[in-house]
Nanobody
Framework: QEQLLESGGGLVQAGGSLRISCAAS????????MGWFRRAPGKEREFVAA????????YYADSVKGRFTLSRDDAKNTVYLQMNSLKPEDTAVYYC????????????????????WGQGTQVTVSK
């Protein structure tokens, strides 16, 4: 199973920025769909952003569209989530996940379609 390791979480003030990373161990990273999800205290896990495969389509939740940007570096087997204009409601544990053969449309935002998950990284946005 693919190993995913998130990093870069932390505490930031509202309006600030943070970039979190997810490093994968697989050899065919460019064909993976990579997604970011989050779980806030007392809430269900929710979709944040996804890349269908390297050079493919990017998807974003409405709540982060225009503020968050997903990017990937295939040479480093790493996907990033650049988070700008952070709000207290962005506070959550952020998880990256992988689908080994890419994704399309609904499948990119559906947590049940992802085959590997990282342990998560905490992002806290203070008022």
């Amino acid at each position: 199973q693919e190993q995913l390791l998130e990093s870069g979480g932390g505490l930031v003030q509202a309006g600030g920025s943070l970039r979190i990373s997810c490093a994968a161990s697989g050899r065919t990273f460019s064909s993976y769909a990579m997604g970011w999800f989050r779980r806030a205290p007392g809430k269900e896990r929710e979709f944040v952003a996804a890349s269908s495969w390297s050079g493919g389509t990017e998807y974003y939740a409405d709540s982060v569209k225009g503020r968050f940007t997903l990017s990937r570096d295939d040479a480093k087997n790493t996907v990033y989530l650049q988070m700008n204009s952070l709000k207290p409601e962005d506070t959550a544990v952020y998880y990256c996940a992988a689908q080994y053969f890419g994704c399309t449309d609904y499948g990119c935002s559906a947590a049940e379609e992802y085959e590997s998950w990282g342990q998560g990284t905490q992002v806290t946005v203070s008022k």
